[in-house]
Structures are given as C-alpha cells and as structure tokens.
C-alpha cells in the first residue's frame, strides 16, 4: 500500500493530486476502462495517462478517494512510488474525467529509459543554483517560460518538448553541472537521462518540479519569478499557488497577453491574429466566435463552461 499522511476531506472543497511514475505496466489499454471505473465509482475528475512506461495523472475530489486512488494504482498497476504534489482547492479544475492510452507518458524519446537520478530538494534547490558554472535550464516550452521562470534560468526556446535535444546539443556544455526543472518533475527524469546518455557528467533536477518548490520554499526566499503554467481549468497560478485568473488563447490554446476576457484573439480583417501571426480561416473564426458566445452564455447563467482541459 501506497504510505503518506491521510488528510479528513472539508465541506465543500476538494484536493488536487497530480503525480507520475515510471514503472512497466503490461497492457496498459486492459487498465484503462478498469482505472476508469474506479475513479468515477470515487467522484474524481482530470486526466490520466497509461503507457507501458507508467502512469501520469491529475485528478480533484475528496482527499480520501485520491488516497484511494494511490493505493489502488499501487495494488493494481505496481506503482507504489509516484512523485506526487498535493493541493487543497476550493474549486475542483477540472470538468470530466479523461482515461488515455499512449505511447509514452511524456512525449520525447521512445528509446530514453528515464531514471530518476540527482534529484535536489526544494530546500537545496538555492544552493545550487548559487554553484558557480551551473547550467539552469528551464525544459518546459517557451509559451510556460515566458509567464514565469527561475531567476537566471535559460529558455530553450521549445515550441514541444521533443525539440529539448536539439537545444542541449547547441547550447548546452556536457562539462558543466546541469540544474533543470519542470512543473511536477517528469520531463526532467527523461531529459536527465538522456543527457548522462550524451555525456554530460553532472545533471541536477528538481525533486517535485515547480510545485514543490513553490509549496515549500518561503516567498522570502524564492528564487521563482511569475506564474507557473498549469495543465487544466486554473491556467497559471502565483507564487502561492493560487489561480491568476489568465485565459488562454482559444485559437492556439497558449497564454497570452492581449486576449479578451472569453480568450478570443485579436484578429485582422485578412484572418491573421495580431498576437502570434497565426492564421484564421473563416470556419475557424467562426469556431472561436461560438465558443466565446457559449462561454458568456454559460457565465450568465451562473454555471461553468467546458475549459482548456477539456478542449485539449
């Protein structure tokens, strides 16, 4: 069984659990309906990804069913081991339950065999930072970079996290400590290890990614800068890990700065959005003109509209 504190569930509030781990799972598409199953048996909603390689989930309700959750992931899938962050919400983000099958859970390289090595806790994460001739890269893409970041960290400039190799192979010198970070850790196991596999003799991640860094570290003596991108209803939150309010974009589903308040970007009369120079064809325009007349609809009537997590 899965061993952490319990925590009693509160009236009208919900915890949020996401969490992943690397294990082999045989026949992930088998578990899927029976993960299913259990998750909607227990009231809980979010997104669950099953590979062969493991398991990456995050999912709201009452603290009791996510402490079920991890045992029944460790009885049934031999997960027992998840990196996890937990968090108290008063809102669950999250508007239906999602079981998917994939190739891998964090999408980057078939061949990496992940391993979580370095890991720097979020009490340590300062000191190396401080470490003369540290490499601080930050592996989450540009549009998450762009809102909030590490102080000093470099940007690989990514547009998905497959592109992360060829910027190490550029930018990156093997002969120097390599400190990088996540949100919650997982892409930094598989950069990691693919890093050591080109050579590169020190390579630091941080235990718990971004989260836990912000969950644990007093705001007097974090090193964080802005808003942390968020995978489901929140968006981003701040340095207290509280929802910022931001909208994303409902033509290419990043944050931006200069959209109205449905997310509806600033298009020209020749379909070009005025933010990122996408293009909008009339059937697209007309997709995102709708869904911002639902979305108004559905605030007027005091009820919430499918968000980013369900429109991915």
């Keep these: 069984m899965h061993a952490m504190v319990r925590h009693s569930d509160a009236p009208r509030a919900s915890s949020l659990l996401s969490g992943y781990q690397f294990a082999a799972i045989e026949h992930p598409a088998r578990w899927r309906e029976r993960a299913r199953a259990f998750a909607e048996r227990h009231g809980l909603k979010g997104t669950v990804l099953l590979a062969a390689e493991g398991i990456n989930f995050s999912l709201a309700g009452p603290a009791s069913a996510l402490d079920g959750w991890l045992d029944w992931i460790a009885g049934r899938l031999g997960c027992d081991a998840p990196v996890i962050n937990r968090q108290r919400v008063s809102e669950a983000p999250f508007l239906r339950l999602k079981i998917r099958v994939r190739d891998e859970i964090v999408t980057f390289d078939h061949d990496v065999r992940p391993a979580r090595g370095r890991a720097v ?20 893409n540009d549009y998450e970079y762009r809102i909030g970041t590490f102080k000093g960290a470099d940007n690989p400039g990514t547009a998905a996290f497959t592109e992360f190799k060829e910027y ?13 970070f996540c949100t919650g850790g997982i892409r930094c196991e598989k950069a990691g290890a693919w890093l050591e596999g080109e050579g590169f003799g020190e390579v630091y991640q941080l235990a718990g990614g971004i989260l836990r860094y912000l969950a644990e570290v007093p705001a007097d003596e974090s090193r964080w800068l802005g808003e942390c991108f968020v995978f489901d209803d929140r968006v981003s939150v701040d340095a207290a890990l509280q929802p910022t309010g931001r909208v994303v974009c409902r033509g290419c589903r990043k944050p931006m700065t200069g959209l109205d308040a449905a997310g509806v970007p600033p298009i020209d009369e020749d379909g070009s959005c005025r933010l990122c ?9 007309g997709s995102l003109r709708e869904r911002a007349r639902q979305v108004a609809l559905a605030e007027a009537r005091g009820r919430r509209h499918l968000g980013p997590e369900a429109q991915s």
Excluded at 277 to 285: K, P, S
């Design 121 to 140: 806790s979020p009490g340590d994460w300062n000191r190396l930072l401080d470490r003369e001739g540290v490499q601080v890269v930050d592996t989450r």
């Design 168 to 180: 190490c192979r550029s930018a990156l010198d093997p002969d120097r400590p390599v400190a990088m």
């Design 277 to 285: 120079g996408g293009a909008f064809d009339e059937a697209r325009l």
